[in-house]
């Protein structure tokens, strides 16, 4: 992953998103460029997945279900209900076509960004991470303590980002998806 990737990548993506989704996924990359920093990972790699993390957000939330029958993508039933949960599937999906991202574990921190999953790989963890505390946040509960955690325990705020979001679901009454849960049995269940 070269500068010159990112900036093209920077530039379809500011042609494609609203502004403030723009903004968004520019924050992601600089603070998954500091977790990466932090924990020894590809800086350029975490940027890039900074980035795109969110590609499928150019499309509107009522061509999710139609784009992934299209593109011979499965959702289960949750999914199907609640059809932005599959923004991270069609991201990985876009991410290859549009943005010419070939590598898996980049892949996969989009298509995991949002419900995590058990044992997750460095680079999902720091997309997921970063996606949370990225400096434009502001609604979650207590995020300075878990900004604050994520430069001094990686896994430590993913459990207490898994622990919020699930109250928060609960508290909604969202349907969750079996991974979110899954993802949560395993980090906040049992302990890793
Ligand atoms: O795309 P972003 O807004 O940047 O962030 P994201 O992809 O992490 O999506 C966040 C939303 O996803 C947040 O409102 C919580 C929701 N979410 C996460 N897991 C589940 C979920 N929503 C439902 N219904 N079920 C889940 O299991
Ligand atoms: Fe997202
Ligand atoms: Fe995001």
Do not use: W
């Not at 924050?27 to 590809?42: D, E, T």
């Not at 325990?153 to 979001?165: Q, V």
């Amino acid at each position: 992953m070269r500068d010159n990737d990112l900036d093209s990548i920077k530039k379809k993506l500011s042609k494609k998103l609203k502004k403030d989704r723009y903004n968004h996924v520019v924050a992601v990359s600089y603070i998954a460029a500091a977790l990466a920093m932090r924990y020894g990972y590809n800086i350029k790699k975490a940027e890039a997945a900074g980035l795109v993390h969110d590609c499928a957000k150019a499309y509107k939330t009522k061509k999710f279900i139609p784009m992934a029958e299209k593109f011979g993508i499965e959702y289960n039933e949750i999914e199907r209900r609640n059809p932005q949960l599959l923004h991270a599937k069609l991201g990985a999906y876009f991410a290859k076509k549009d943005f010419e991202i070939t590598d898996p574990e980049i892949l996969d921190s989009i298509i995991y960004h949002t419900t995590g999953r058990p044992n997750m790989t460095l680079l999902d963890k720091i997309v997921f991470v970063a996606d949370y505390i990225e400096p434009g946040r502001y609604k979650q509960k207590r995020l300075q303590e878990i900004r604050e955690m994520a430069f001094n325990d990686l896994d430590e705020s993913i459990r207490m980002i898994l622990s919020d979001t699930l109250e928060h679901l609960q508290s909604k009454k969202y349907a969750i998806n079996p991974i979110t849960e899954e993802t949560y049995n395993f980090y906040v269940g049992e302990k890793h």
